[in-house]
Structure formats: structure tokens, C-alpha cells
């Protein structure tokens, strides 16, 4: 294909100043359908540019034009998402159902940066000392960048942009080379919605745009989403070079059930929490911990739902679509092996599945596999894909254990119907993100998303009013007015009185 999916700077498409490309593919099909740039430094040095003369303008506009900008954007992607969803299945492969399902959540941050104004007021004391006011004022940092997941190619890069473009920042986003076509459909919509050119730019490529994003003076912050290794080294070399970071990793979410909760309600939260997106979520549930003597019912009930699963390409009636690429779906295929070579109970087997979809597609069906031990790769190891791992234990002492010992902490799930247990749950847990009968506990906008231990590195979550606090800076400033008198000379530490 001839195609070249290109970068976006002033408000234009950027072809780049080399060849150097890689190929993009349909995962329902295994076809490549075009070939996205991968930027050099020079590339990443035009673009970061371009974001930092845009700066100064775009960080003095008035809250209220910048503010009308976004809710253009808000009106905008609200009336075309099926354009994007469609474009997000054809490069990432998930059904076109949760491919709406992200960009609405992302659309929620949107929303939520309409709101900013309120956000974004310092504060202010009167009198503070005799005649004194003090008071604090929130301002932008300057070019900041976002660099991004395949997994959620809209909703990710959403958690970021729309707050720190309210804030007054200017962005590059660097999108995943596996999916990065809804990249550009927003910089369009962006252009659409009357952003002035330079604020948001897009970079695309791989770890060689990344270098140059993490050492580039001009970039203030960088909010990274990826896996554990690549964050941990954006946040090391990002904050070597003096650079504000907040990098979400991997994870590997337990669902604890109890024996007195709900197994229908648990064994369909697991279904949809473990197979929705072909598990190619941050938020899935990989690890089933049953309590007690509920395990043979719990298991049969998810592997009679999971076999009902419609496995196929996402833009047909599929229930789940393929995984992103021929090697990763090899990955986890070779964990399954792995698990099975180590004693692991193949429950149900998804590696023979005849999806309903392209031939040469990238396919895996739903796997469930027992007697999971956790010295096993499938249990340590983040897989990320459709198998779901079950875990059997006595107590809930020993299912707590199992989930703070996990060196992840983004997201955990208990099922119970006993209120005092989710209550201990809650604050006993060392994860970011806890759902009580909820098993994706992915918060809401106003709130903030971020896992603990290796799942994130900064102090800073995502969106909600940490968010805001990522992307602005505080400035306190002590106002003397109306005292003639100064007070003469004094050269000692300036005191209130
Ligand atoms: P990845 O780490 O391979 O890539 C993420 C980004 O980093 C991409 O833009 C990629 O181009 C870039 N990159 C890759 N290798 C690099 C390198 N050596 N140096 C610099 N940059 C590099 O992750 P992925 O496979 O695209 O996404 C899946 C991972 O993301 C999973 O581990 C998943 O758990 C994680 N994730 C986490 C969250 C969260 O909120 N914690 C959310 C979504 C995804």
C-alpha cells in the first residue's frame, strides 16, 4: 500500500523528512492497509517547535474563547464518533460497540476540561498581613507531551489533551505506530473546532520520536500510558531531564469472590471484564481468586458463558475481535502453552477457534484455565489478552495476600454481598483503583485514573482534578496597596503583623 499515515503540525499534514515507515494492518483480516511514518528526531525536533512558538499565544487567550474551542470539540466528537470508532476497529480490531465505548469515556474528560474555569481560579486573601492580600494564580507549563497505547488509541490520549489544551498548554501527542489513525481524525477535529495551529500536533513513530520528546528542553511534561519496562523508563530519563512525568504501566487486576456473593453476577463480570477487548485492557481481569468452596460452581458458570462468546471481526456482529498483531496473539499463545506444560487445568481453549473473520486474522478465542499457581508465568507475567486465570484459595486473608504481593497495583475487584468484608476490602487493598461487585472500576472523569506500585511512576494520577494539577503550575503572589507608608528600612525576614 502506498498510503503513508502522516504527522500533523500547524494544523497540516507533515509527511516528515525521511522514508522510514512501518506497516499498519487490520487484525480481523491480517491485510496491511497502509504504512504509518515513524519520525526521526528531526521529525520530533519540527514538531515540539512548532508547539512551543504556538505557546505563548494560545497560554494568553482567554479562558472563555478557550473554553468555546472545547466545547466545539465536545459537539463535534459527539456527532461523528462512529467515524472514529470505525477507524479504531479497523487498526486495533476491537468491536465497533467497545470502540464507542472508549471514545464516550474519553469524551467524559472533554466534558469534564469544558468545566475548567472553575478548576482553574486561585485563591485569594484579603489582609493577609496589614494591608497585604495574598493570592495564587494556576498557570500552563508549555509544550507538553502525551505518549500513548495501542490498546485505546482515543480514550488514552483524551485522558491528557483535553486538560492540558484547557489549560493553556500546547501538545504533541505521540500515538502507538500499531493503531495511530485516530490520531490524526482528532488533530482534523481539533483544526475543525477553530484550535489555533501548533496546539495540538501529532507525532508519529517509535521509541527513536520518543528519545527526542524525552530529552527536548522545550517539552515541560510528559504523561506517558504503556507498559511497566517503557513507563518506567520515560519517567526515569523524563525526570533526569527536568521534566514533570506521570507514567502508567501494567497491571494484572485479581477479581476476589467471596463465597457469599452473587456467582451469576460474578461469572458475567467476569466475562466481560476478562474477554471485553480481547483482554487488551489495563483494566481486565486476568486473575480469578476464589474464596473457599465456591470454585467448581464459579468456573463452570464463566466457562459456559465464555464458550457462548461470538469471537470475530469487530466491524460484523462479534462479541470480541482479534488481537492487534500476529506476534502478540503468538505471545500469549505461548503462555497458554506454558501454563498448560506447567499443570495448569485448560478449562476452555481458545487457540482452536474459528472466528468469523478473515483467514489470515490474528485470532484467539476466549481461554479459561484452573488451578493457576502463582509461580507460573500466566499468573506472574501480564499477558494481555483473552485468558482469564483462575486462582483457588481458603481464606480471604490468603486472596488479599496474593493481591497486595503482586508487584502490579492498578485495579482489584471483590464480589460479595457482605458490606463489612467490601468495607475491609477497600481499605486493606494496595491497588489505585477498586470496584465492590464492579469488576472494571475505571473511574470518572471528575475522579482521578491511576494504579500504585509498578502499574504508575510520578505522584500524579490521570484526569480529574489531579489532571489539572499535572498540567498547571501555582504561582503565589503578596500584593501591598493603598499604604503609602512603607514602613522604612528593614532588613529582616518579612513577617505578617
Ligand atoms: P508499549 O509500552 O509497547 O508502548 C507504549 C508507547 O511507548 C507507544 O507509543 C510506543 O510507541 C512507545 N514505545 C514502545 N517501546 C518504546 C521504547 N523502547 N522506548 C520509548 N518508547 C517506546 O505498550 P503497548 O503495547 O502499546 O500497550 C499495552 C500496555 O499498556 C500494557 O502493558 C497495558 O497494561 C498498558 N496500559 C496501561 C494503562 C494504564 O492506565 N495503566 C492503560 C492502557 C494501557
Same mark, same amino acid.
Given at each position: *500500500? !502506498? ?133 495564587? !494564580? ?16 482515543? *480514550? ?126 489495563? *483494566? ?214
Amino acid at each position: *500500500m !502506498s498510503t503513508v499515515i502522516p504527522h500533523w503540525v500547524n494544523n497540516a499534514e507533515f509527511v516528515g523528512h525521511n522514508s522510514a515507515s512501518t506497516a499498519v494492518t487490520n487484525p480481523a483480516t491480517g491485510a496491511v492497509t497502509g504504512r504509518v511514518a515513524l519520525g526521526d528526531s528531526d521529525d520530533a525536533r519540527k514538531i515540539v517547535d512548532a508547539a512551543a512558538v504556538a505557546f505563548p499565544a494560545w497560554r494568553d487567550i482567554s479562558l472563555a474563547k478557550r473554553t468555546a474551542i472545547l466545547f466545539n470539540f465536545r459537539e463535534l466528537l459527539n456527532a461523528r464518533k462512529h467515524e472514529l470508532s470505525s477507524i479504531i476497529t479497523s487498526e486495533h480490531g476491537k468491536v465497533l460497540s467497545d470502540a464507542l465505548g472508549e471514545i464516550n469515556r474519553g469524551q467524559e474528560v472533554v466534558e469534564f476540561a469544558c468545566g475548567i474555569a472553575h478548576l482553574l481560579k486561585g485563591g485569594f486573601t484579603e489582609n493577609a498581613s496589614t494591608k497585604v492580600d495574598a493570592h495564587s !494564580s494556576l498557570q500552563p507549563l508549555g509544550p507538553v507531551a502525551i505518549i500513548s497505547p495501542f490498546n485505546f488509541p482515543a *480514550m488514552v490520549p483524551m485522558w491528557f489533551f483535553p486538560i492540558a489544551i484547557a489549560a493553556g498548554n500546547t501538545v504533541v501527542l505521540k500515538p502507538s505506530e500499531k493503531d495511530p489513525s485516530a490520531s490524526l481524525w482528532m488533530a482534523r477535529l481539533w483544526a475543525e473546532a477553530g484550535l489555533p495551529p501548533g496546539v495540538f500536533n501529532v507525532l508519529q513513530g517509535d521509541r527513536t520520536a520518543v528519545d527526542e520528546l524525552l530529552t527536548n528542553s522545550a517539552i515541560k511534561a510528559i504523561s506517558f500510558v504503556g507498559s511497566t519496562p517503557i513507563a518506567q523508563h520515560v519517567y526515569t530519563c523524563g525526570t533526569a531531564a527536568g521534566k514533570r512525568v506521570q507514567a502508567l504501566g501494567g497491571a494484572k487486576n485479581h477479581a476476589v469472590i467471596l463465597p457469599d456473593a452473587d456467582l451469576d453476577l460474578a461469572a458475567d463480570a467476569m466475562i466481560n471484564a476478562g474477554f471485553g477487548s480481547a483482554g487488551e485492557r489495563c *483494566m481486565a481481569i486476568s486473575v480469578v481468586v476464589t474464596v473457599g468452596p465456591i470454585a467448581d460452581e464459579l468456573v463452570a458458570k464463566i466457562a459456559e458463558r465464555a464458550s457462548a462468546i461470538k469471537t470475530g471481526d469487530g466491524a460484523l456482529d462479534s462479541d470480541m475481535g482479534p488481537l492487534v498483531t500476529q506476534s502478540h496473539r503468538d505471545k500469549v499463545v505461548a503462555y497458554i502453552e506454558a501454563g498448560e506444560a506447567a499443570g495448569a487445568k485448560i478449562v476452555l481453549d481458545g487457540r482452536d477457534i474459528k472466528a468469523d473473520g478473515g483467514a489470515d486474522g490474528f485470532w484467539l478465542g476466549p481461554t479459561l484455565i484452573d488451578h493457576v499457581s502463582t509461580d507460573m508465568s500466566i499468573y506472574t507475567d501480564e499477558i494481555f489478552g483473552p485468558v482469564l486465570a483462575i486462582v483457588r484459595t481458603n481464606s480471604y486473608d490468603q486472596a488479599l495476600d496474593l493481591v497486595n504481593t503482586n508487584p502490579f497495583g492498578n485495579g482489584a475487584a471483590l464480589f460479595t454481598n457482605d458490606g463489612g468484608a467490601a468495607r475491609r476490602f477497600q481499605n486493606e487493598v494496595q491497588v489505585g483503583m477498586i470496584g465492590i461487585n464492579v469488576a472494571i472500576p475505571v473511574p470518572v472523569a471528575y475522579y482521578s485514573f491511576g494504579g500504585w506500585k509498578a502499574s504508575l511512576f510520578g505522584d500524579t494520577h490521570a484526569h480529574g482534578v489531579e489532571g489539572v494539577h499535572f498540567f498547571t503550575r501555582t504561582k503565589a503572589i503578596t500584593t501591598r496597596w493603598l499604604d503609602p507608608s512603607h514602613r522604612g528600612i528593614n532588613l529582616g525576614f518579612p513577617e505578617s503583623g
